[in-house]
């Protein structure tokens, strides 16, 4: 909340107007970095400081033209959260970097540490003897011939399995036609790029969100601009504000058990989305890593199942649910696209493997996907059963966990005073990895460091790293609270 009467006016030449925009941008600047707050309205900001209300007019004009508030009519202005736009570098992306060696699981493996930092399943629940059955399918009927060029769209009777089985799991028509097959969500997440970008173009991402997406976007010149994620998903509204401003390509959203934060995009969202979508003209990316992996119950679907106007292009991927190896995903593209990504495709690899094809349509066809996930789901309940009974010990400490609806991770909010760094190096020097909430928003700014993420996908010694990790919590915590001592 700003803190009207502490903004001071001097008597330089300064116009009246830009030094209440300046003394407003301040205290933006220590407020909340996400963006949302509502602003005093004109009359109470001018009440307030003895000026017109046409100054106040101008101060909050002058702040939009920054790109520090938006305004939204018939309710007031509102500050926007507190990003730079990412744009294309030369140099690699560091925070991608560092994620990924420990969402990789290398750091882990290499250092025999505990990895509570990844978001991939554990071995132990690979499908290991199915997909043997369906590799030895391919070997048997096939023979050499399974391991031929094929189309680059991806082998054909699979692309017929996936239009079918998208229709009757997701409520999603479309025909094998649409479908391209590639080698995991982010060779998708690169293709698109590299179908629709041009340097210089607007991509809108949530904010905080997967830095894959982020990544790939950079790759290809793009200027990234984060919107931040709230209780129910997106804030349409800043959404609103940058497509109109920016006028984007492309809107990259995970609308289902949203990576990091787990939240899910709310159907009057889901609506208003798509008809953004329709009247500022860009596409929406669709990436739906966990959707199958539902823990409360509840079934949500793609935003794609009502995607009548063919703007949303959808990705899914299997790794997280069936084996990371197996490297292979899709994507249901709309028909206007098709032939650029495609060309994409091609130019990309020629074409994936199809003897890993051939063996997933057949564990398709032999109804393999549904029991798999159907044991996942059970197995990963009682993970999280057994991470929250931990976890909600630190709220002792002020640590606040968000509602875990699917997926394999818990967000955390850390307590005042408390740094996602400080408490990813504390866990490190006890050997447990968890992941820096910084590392999924577009740069390390101040007020976005107050965040952990902590996967309950592995079985393993699950107990004991949630054990460290909270006496290294309780250890931070008690640095900045001299007078108090958590027992």
Request: hydrophobic residues 40%.
């Amino acid at each position: 909340m700003l803190d009207i009467v502490s903004i001071q006016f001097d008597k330089s030449k300064t116009p009246i107007y830009r030094t209440l925009a300046r003394g407003i941008e301040k205290q933006l600047q220590g407020s909340a970095a996400q963006g949302g707050e509502r602003l005093p309205s004109v009359r109470e900001m001018a009440g307030a400081l003895g000026v017109n209300n046409s100054t106040v007019i101008a101060a909050y004009r002058f702040l939009e033209e920054k790109g520090d508030v938006y305004t939204k009519p018939g309710s007031g202005t509102y500050s926007l959260p507190r990003t730079i736009p990412l744009e294309q570098t030369d140099e690699p992306d560091s925070l991608f970097l560092e994620y990924a060696e420990l969402s990789s699981g290398k750091l882990a493996c290499r250092e025999n540490m505990i990895n509570l930092a990844g978001n991939s399943p554990m071995a132990e629940v690979f499908p290991v003897e199915e997909f043997k059955s369906a590799v030895n399918q391919v070997l048997d009927s096939d023979r050499g011939y399974a391991f031929s060029y094929q189309e680059s769209e991806g082998y054909r009777p699979l692309r017929e399995i996936l239009a079918s089985f998208s229709r009757e799991q997701y409520g999603i028509g479309c025909r094998p036609d649409d479908i391209l097959i590639t080698s995991g969500a982010q060779q998708a997440l690169d293709l698109v790029s590299k179908a629709l970008i041009r340097p210089g173009d607007t991509v809108l991402s949530e904010m905080p969100s997967y830095i894959g997406g982020r990544s790939a976007f950079a790759m290809h010149g793009a200027k990234i601009i984060g919107v931040p994620v709230e209780q129910d998903g997106l804030h349409l509204d800043i959404a609103e504000y940058y497509a109109k401003r920016y006028k984007p390509r492309l809107l990259y959203t995970m609308p289902v058990y949203q990576t990091p934060t787990g939240v899910c995009l709310s159907p009057e969202k889901r609506e208003r989305l798509l008809a953004l979508a329709e009247k500022y003209d860009f596409y929406i990316l669709e990436d739906d890593l966990f959707s199958d992996l539902n823990l409360s119950g509840e079934r949500l679907y793609p935003i794609k199942r009502d995607d009548r106007a063919g703007r949303v292009i959808y990705i899914k991927s299997f790794s997280k649910l069936l084996m990371p190896g197996v490297r292979t995903g899709y994507i249901i593209v709309p028909q206007t696209l098709f032939e650029k990504l495609a060309a994409a495709k091609y130019a990309t690899d020629i074409s994936g493997s199809g003897f890993i094809q051939r063996a997933l349509a057949i564990y398709f066809q032999n109804g393999c996907w549904g029991k798999n996930v159907l044991g996942l789901a059970e197995t990963y309940r009682k993970q999280l059963r057994t991470a929250l009974q931990i976890v909600s010990e630190w709220k002792k400490f002020g640590v606040h966990t968000a509602p875990v609806k699917g997926g394999f991770g818990l967000w955390l909010t850390l307590p005042e005073g408390v740094s996602d760094r400080e408490i990813y190096y504390l866990c490190r020097e006890r050997r447990v990895l968890i992941a820096p909430g910084s590392c999924f928003y577009l740069s390390p700014m101040a007020g976005f460091d107050r965040h952990i993420r902590i996967s309950f996908a592995i079985a393993d010694r699950l107990e004991e790293g949630l054990r460290i990790a909270g006496e290294c919590m309780k250890s931070a915590v008690n640095q900045i609270s001299k007078h108090t001592i958590f027992i």
